[in-house]
């Protein structure tokens, strides 16, 4: 019996034409979880418009993207020194 056919997944570097499709990740990804958070900790971690913008252009994101153009994965990360990075945002859709 065959299987499914699946989507091919790419990872890239994200822009700004992306923020709608990483907003939505991250909130699907984090909301089972908002009660464990507070208001202002949930906000700092599935963000909002003008936070990732900031992140953005503060860190280097990525996302895994189908090939039907669907954002199912980002990351955030910024190198602090030569020895140390920092990841943030790391995110993946619950059905992925």
Not at 16 to 37: H, K, N
Request: glycine fraction near 6%; include cysteine.
């Amino acid at each position: 019996m065959a299987s499914p056919e699946r989507p091919v997944l790419s990872i890239r570097k994200a822009t700004e034409r992306d923020a709608p499709g990483i907003l939505a990740c991250l909130r699907a990804a984090f909301e089972p979880y908002r009660a464990s958070y507070t208001s202002e900790a949930y906000l700092a971690t599935a963000l909002t418009p003008q936070t990732l913008a900031a992140r953005l252009a503060t860190m280097c994101l990525f996302v895994a993207e189908t090939d039907r153009g669907q954002i199912v994965g980002t990351l955030a990360c910024h190198v602090i020194n030569a020895d140390e990075g920092h990841l943030r945002g790391m995110a993946v859709l619950p059905g992925w």
